[in-house]
């Protein structure tokens, strides 16, 4: 697993995308071979977000070959309503992007059977030859997509009830109203998500340290399902310098300095990023 | 929404400033498509369809079409003017509809002046609601019917000889403006009348369950009478500060309702002004009418604009009251019969008096105008000729707006509010400029 820790909120948004157009563009991607892309929804992202739409629009990247999964989706919640998932990725990315709606997948809460349609989805992603690179985000219970604690780390796309914390949380984007707010989802699982070539996982804020030090630093344990990534061959976290408030001085410094060499290394731009895995040696 | 999908043309405009909400919006997009504005995440999501035609703005404020609900006529033509054939009178009103095209006026009312039965039984057939065209012209609202019933001491330039009372009542009004009056809003969309008229406080509420907004003006009301009319359902002012009584300190008249404070709440928004901070609710529609204002900088100092805007801000409607002599070269016109003489300044008068019969300006000027005088902001100074008169005539739903459902009329301004581009029902109109 990669440490790679950046300053703010906004440099770990720029260090993301920049990661994400670079491999896309690396991997060259055709219509006989699209890149696959998992995406996550919340306020981690967004920065990220904006960051691909102006990489869009200066023309350095197309998503005409990409194709995308999202992490989870309300059940119950009209497709169109201002709080769905589907809503927060058309605002936020695919209304200002290249991207084909054919290659867009969210699950959806309003299928008549819901298991039906976590079964399908699983299945589009093997179809379309699984997922090239994972993004995603944390809770701070540590969680992933809606993976709360507790959850099996070889889950695959279900169903699940919310925890409290979670719906909490999330009653910010309900007028404060706890009533309002759903309280099933349907979610990629955590196999799901590790069985990507690549995990990319942003983290940032002091409220996420916890959660990031029992990730890393402590046992893969299912009370913190982001902890599932020290068993992934290809993980990459970015994190900001607050979210790093709960790690040992060791871990930061160890990460900090293997960076410093990389830097070295790659001063030019001829080693591919594929390489630096390879020096590393994950 | 729509079972059947349409597979008709899908319009994208990028790279625009958009009036959406209140504000001017960078990063988003207009789509539409059947020249209704829609929002393209259920067509992404369900259809998967995108954009067929992108519209490049080149950075243009993208603003809904204006709507002008006073304009007596133009190119000189007069609406009250009723001799001829009905082909001829039909001609020439389409001419006017075409016209105000290039203004950016893409929906209005046709005014007619005080005139007698057989006048009104000629022409407002003709005035019937119509829908706008990008080649045939703006869409027609229904007419805005001013007198009979208004004062003989604030006629202006009217005809006081036809003038009358409303002391029978409704009938009354059945027979001096004919079985069109009994069709509402789908003929007449506004009637401007003096309160202090005999008989006619009775009638509002009347019209008003015709669905025809009722305004007053042409009138010599005190404040008292004034509040009485607002009461009794009245729902505009027509052209503040001109044919009333000028403000006095101690009874303000018909002005003087912009300071009102204990005027009914209206429970339905609908027709009614959004409160604003000097409204005496902030959570409620606010209690006042709506007012219009001829903002020509002739009609009414550009000061006196100024106060009565910021007095009441959500309640300003910017009308031209254009008449006949719009689009033409100065010189002598006819309004209602009567000769005008318009000079210079673009303001006209009867022939040989001081007595203002009537402007020939446009509404995109008077948007222009109207944010010089007050240094308001542009949203305001847009919303003046957009939302609050598609309010006045509850049609802000299609109408004055971008959001989703609305009608596509679209102007594309510069910096300075001057058009560029104009779109009737999502079709661009050929605009013939100068420069």
């Given at each position: 697993?990669?440490?790679?820790?950046?300053?703010?909120?906004?440099?770990?948004?720029?260090?993301?995308?920049?990661?994400?157009?670079?491999?896309?563009?690396?991997?060259?991607?055709?219509?006989?071979?699209?890149?696959?892309?998992?995406?996550?929804?919340?306020?981690?992202?967004?920065?990220?977000?904006?960051?691909?739409?102006?990489?869009?629009?200066?023309?350095?990247?197309?998503?005409?070959?990409?194709?995308?999964?999202?992490?989870?989706?309300?059940?119950?919640?009209?497709?169109?309503?201002?709080?769905?998932?589907?809503?927060?990725?058309?605002?936020?990315?695919?209304?200002?992007?290249?991207?084909?709606?054919?290659?867009?997948?969210?699950?959806?809460?309003?299928?008549?059977?819901?298991?039906?349609?976590?079964?399908?989805?699983?299945?589009?992603?093997?179809?379309?030859?699984?997922?090239?690179?994972?993004?995603?985000?944390?809770?701070?219970?540590?969680?992933?997509?809606?993976?709360?604690?507790?959850?099996?780390?070889?889950?695959?796309?279900?169903?699940?009830?919310?925890?409290?914390?979670?719906?909490?949380?999330?009653?910010?984007?309900?007028?404060?109203?706890?009533?309002?707010?759903?309280?099933?989802?349907?979610?990629?699982?955590?196999?799901?998500?590790?069985?990507?070539?690549?995990?990319?996982?942003?983290?940032?804020g002091a409220h996420k340290a916890i959660a990031l030090a029992k990730c890393i630093e402590e046992g893969v344990n299912h009370m913190w399902t982001v902890?599932?990534?020290?068993?992934?061959?290809?993980?990459?976290?970015?994190?900001?310098?607050?979210?790093?408030?709960?790690?040992?001085?060791?871990?930061?410094?160890?990460?900090?300095?293997?960076?410093?060499?990389?830097?070295?290394?790659?001063?030019?731009?001829?080693?591919?990023?594929?390489?630096?895995?390879?020096?590393?040696?994950? | 929404?729509?079972?059947?999908?349409?597979?008709?043309?899908?319009?994208?405009?990028?790279?625009?400033?958009?009036?959406?909400?209140?504000?001017?919006?960078?990063?988003?997009?207009?789509?539409?498509?059947?020249?209704?504005?829609?929002?393209?995440?259920?067509?992404?999501?369900?259809?998967?369809?995108?954009?067929?035609?992108?519209?490049?703005?080149?950075?243009?404020?993208?603003?809904?079409?204006?709507?002008?609900?006073?304009?007596?006529?133009?190119?000189?033509?007069?609406?009250?003017?009723?001799?001829?054939?009905?082909?001829?009178?039909?001609?020439?009103?389409?001419?006017?509809?075409?016209?105000?095209?290039?203004?950016?006026?893409?929906?209005?009312?046709?005014?007619?002046?005080?005139?007698?039965?057989?006048?009104?039984?000629?022409?407002?057939?003709?005035?019937?609601?119509?829908?706008?065209?990008?080649?045939?012209?703006?869409?027609?609202?229904?007419?805005?019917?001013?007198?009979?019933?208004?004062?003989?001491?604030?006629?202006?330039?009217?005809?006081?000889?036809?003038?009358?009372?409303?002391?029978?009542?409704?009938?009354?009004?059945?027979?001096?403006?004919?079985?069109?009056?009994?069709?509402?809003?789908?003929?007449?969309?506004?009637?401007?009348?003096?309160?202090?008229?005999?008989?006619?406080?009775?009638?509002?509420?009347?019209?008003?369950?015709?669905?025809?907004?009722?305004?007053?003006?042409?009138?010599?009301?005190?404040?008292?009478?004034?509040?009485?009319?607002?009461?009794?359902?009245?729902?505009?002012?027509?052209?503040?500060?001109?044919?009333?009584?000028?403000?006095?300190?101690?009874?303000?008249?018909?002005?003087?309702?912009?300071?009102?404070?204990?005027?009914?709440?209206?429970?339905?928004?609908?027709?009614?002004?959004?409160?604003?901070?000097?409204?005496?609710?902030?959570?409620?529609?606010?209690?006042?009418?709506?007012?219009?204002?001829?903002?020509?900088?002739?009609?009414?100092?550009?000061?006196?604009?100024?106060?009565?805007?910021?007095?009441?801000?959500?309640?300003?409607?910017?009308?031209?009251?254009?008449?006949?002599?719009?689009?033409?070269?100065?010189?002598?016109?006819?309004?209602?019969?009567?000769?005008?003489?318009?000079?210079?300044?673009?303001?006209?008068?009867?022939?040989?008096?001081?007595?203002?019969?009537?402007?020939?300006?446009?509404?995109?000027?008077?948007?222009?105008?109207?944010?010089?005088?007050?240094?308001?902001?542009?949203?305001?100074?847009?919303?003046?000729?957009?939302?609050?008169?598609?309010?006045?005539?509850?049609?802000?739903?299609?109408?004055?707006?971008?959001?989703?459902?609305?009608?596509?009329?679209?102007?594309?301004?510069?910096?300075?509010?001057?058009?560029?581009?104009?779109?009737?029902?999502?079709?661009?109109?050929?605009?013939?400029?100068?420069?």
């Amino acid at each position: 697993m990669r440490l790679i820790i950046r300053e703010d909120y906004d440099e770990v948004s720029n260090y993301v995308a920049n990661y994400v157009k670079e491999r896309i563009k690396q991997f060259a991607p055709t219509a006989d071979r699209p890149f696959v892309l998992g995406l996550p929804t919340g306020s981690s992202p967004i920065g990220t977000y904006n960051k691909l739409v102006d990489f869009f629009k200066s023309g350095e990247l197309s998503f005409e070959h990409v194709i995308t999964f999202n992490m989870d989706e309300y059940v119950g919640l009209p497709k169109n309503h201002p709080q769905s998932y589907h809503t927060f990725m058309w605002t936020n990315l695919f209304a200002h992007i290249n991207i084909k709606a054919e290659n867009v997948h969210i699950l959806d809460g309003n299928a008549p059977d819901l298991d039906a349609e976590c079964k399908e989805f699983e299945a589009k992603i093997a179809r379309v030859g699984g997922i090239e690179l994972f993004l995603g985000g944390i809770g701070p219970d540590g969680h992933i997509a809606f993976n709360e604690p507790g959850s099996s780390l070889t889950s695959r796309t279900r169903v699940k009830t919310l925890a409290y914390e979670t719906i909490i949380a999330n009653a910010r984007f309900f007028e404060g109203d706890i009533g309002k707010v759903p309280k099933l989802a349907l979610t990629v699982g955590v196999a799901t998500v590790m069985d990507a070539r690549e995990v990319v996982v942003t983290i940032t804020g002091a409220h996420k340290a916890i959660a990031l030090a029992k990730c890393i630093e402590e046992g893969v344990n299912h009370m913190w399902t982001v902890s599932a990534i020290q068993m992934h061959p290809k993980g990459l976290i970015v994190c900001d310098e607050d979210s790093t408030l709960e790690l040992h001085v060791k871990t930061v410094k160890y990460f900090k300095s293997i960076e410093h060499v990389h830097q070295a290394l790659i001063g030019t731009e001829n080693l591919s990023l594929q390489d630096i895995f390879f020096f590393v040696g994950t | 929404m729509v079972a059947t999908a349409s597979s008709s043309k899908i319009s994208k405009i990028v790279n625009a400033r958009l009036l959406l909400d209140h504000k001017i919006v960078q990063d988003s997009y207009l789509w539409f498509q059947d020249g209704k504005i829609i929002h393209p995440q259920n067509l992404f999501f369900d259809q998967h369809r995108d954009a067929d035609e992108i519209i490049d703005a080149k950075g243009a404020l993208v603003v809904p079409g204006y709507l002008d609900i006073q304009i007596n006529g133009g190119y000189g033509i007069d609406f009250a003017d009723n001799e001829g054939s009905l082909e001829k009178i039909q001609d020439d009103i389409n001419t006017v509809a075409k016209g105000l095209l290039q203004y950016g006026c893409t929906a209005f009312c046709p005014t007619v002046v005080s005139s007698a039965p057989e006048v009104y039984n000629k022409v407002l057939p003709l005035l019937n609601k119509r829908k706008g065209d990008a080649k045939k012209g703006s869409e027609i609202l229904g007419a805005h019917i001013e007198g009979p019933f208004i004062s003989h001491e604030k006629k202006g330039a009217h005809n006081q000889a036809i003038f009358r009372t409303g002391k029978n009542g409704i009938c009354e009004f059945d027979e001096a403006y004919g079985p069109e009056l009994m069709k509402g809003s789908e003929a007449v969309s506004i009637i401007t009348v003096a309160p202090e008229i005999e008989g006619v406080i009775d009638v509002i509420p009347e019209l008003a369950k015709r669905d025809i907004c009722v305004s007053i003006g042409h009138s010599a009301a005190t404040i008292s009478e004034a509040e009485t009319a607002v009461t009794k359902g009245a729902t505009l002012i027509t052209h503040l500060f001109n044919a009333m009584l000028p403000f006095h300190h101690r009874d303000p008249g018909m002005i003087g309702v912009l300071g009102a404070v204990d005027l009914p709440v209206p429970e339905d928004p609908l027709r009614h002004p959004a409160a604003s901070n000097t409204s005496p609710y902030r959570n409620k529609p606010d209690p006042r009418p709506f007012y219009g204002l001829i903002v020509d900088g002739v009609h009414v100092h550009p000061n006196s604009v100024r106060i009565a805007y910021y007095a009441h801000p959500k309640g300003c409607v910017l009308v031209t009251d254009a008449l006949s002599a719009l689009g033409l070269p100065r010189g002598v016109y006819s309004l209602g019969g009567r000769d005008v003489e318009v000079d210079d300044n673009g303001a006209a008068y009867i022939k040989g008096t001081n007595t203002l019969a009537g402007s020939t300006i446009t509404i995109d000027q008077s948007v222009r105008n109207f944010r010089n005088f007050t240094k308001c902001t542009m949203v305001e100074a847009i919303e003046a000729a957009t939302l609050h008169p598609a309010q006045v005539l509850g049609i802000s739903d299609r109408k004055g707006t971008l959001n989703p459902g609305g009608d596509a009329d679209l102007l594309f301004l510069n910096d300075d509010l001057e058009i560029q581009r104009v779109f009737v029902y999502g079709e661009e109109v050929e605009l013939h400029k100068n420069k």
